[in-house]
T-cell receptor
Framework: DSGVTQTPKHLITATGQRVTLRCSPR?????VYWYQQSLDQGLQFLIQ???????AKGNILERFSAQQFPDLHSELNLSSLELGDSALYFC??????????????FGSGTQLSVL | GDSVTQMEGPVTLSEEAFLTINCTYT??????LFWYVQYPGEGLQLLLK?????DKGSNKGFEATYRKETTSFHLEKGSVQVSDSAVYFC?????????????FGKGTLLTVNP
């Protein structure tokens, strides 16, 4: 168990809808990272937060947004969903503001299916 | 931009066979290199890492050596077990910058048969 909790584990929704994925980092970790895993694109970095502030942005679509709350949990909001958004979404956490050579701790992911 | 290329799978081996999963990278500076493993139904876990050229990372019988001259970080294990069946990801990060991200390869599925 990595200590990172993601909910829900599975989510099935329809095109055009909006969903929210939730992540609770390991106790004491201030950084949260979101990744999208799909068969064709592999594991893609979306966005990173540190102590409530956005720290780095990757291949995140404008229809997607995220935030980190004062209690350090994070939410990833996906709107105007398309079939191609179906993927496994991972959250990871680490103690520090930026990684470099440190270790990330991953949750088990939320499997999103857009029908 | 930075990128990681790893051998495509799936790789199927018999128990006690030798494993090599190739990984090469492209980066503008001197990255840190990682191997992560994803067991079925779980998130990724760090397997090993190396932070500078000629460093060897090792864990659970797996090894990988950071080769700057060939920009490679191949994963090896001398004798695989059924419990090693998983997806293996090679990754890199650039140390010290504020725009940190971990760039992953596409993953290699390993199946070990008894």
């Amino acid at each position: 168990d990595s200590g990172v909790t993601q909910t829900p584990k599975h989510l099935i929704t329809a095109t055009g809808q909006r969903v929210t994925l939730r992540c609770s980092p390991r106790s004491g970790d201030l950084s949260v990272y979101w990744y999208q895993q799909s068969l064709d694109q592999g594991l893609q970095f979306l966005i990173q937060y540190y102590n409530g502030e956005e720290r780095a942005k990757g291949n995140i679509l404008e229809r997607f947004s995220a935030q980190q709350f004062p209690d350090l949990h994070s939410e990833l909001n996906l709107s105007s969903l398309e079939l191609g958004d179906s993927a496994l979404y991972f959250c990871a956490s680490s103690p520090h503001p930026w990684g470099g050579d440190e270790k990330l701790f991953f949750g088990s992911g939320t499997q999103l299916s857009v029908l | 931009g930075d990128s990681v290329t790893q051998m495509e799978g799936p790789v199927t081996l018999s128990e006690e066979a030798f494993l090599t999963i190739n990984c090469t990278y492209t980066a503008t500076g001197y990255p840190s290199l990682f191997w992560y493993v994803q067991y079925p139904g779980e998130g990724l876990q760090l397997l090993l890492k190396a932070t500078k050229a000629d460093d060897k990372g090792s864990n659970k019988g797996f090894e990988a050596t950071y080769r700057k001259e060939t920009t490679s970080f191949h994963l090896e294990k001398g004798s695989v077990q059924v419990s090693d069946s998983a997806v293996y990801f090679c990754a890199l990060s650039m140390s010290g910058g504020s725009n940190y991200k971990l760039t992953f390869g596409k993953g290699t599925l390993l199946t070990v048969n008894p």
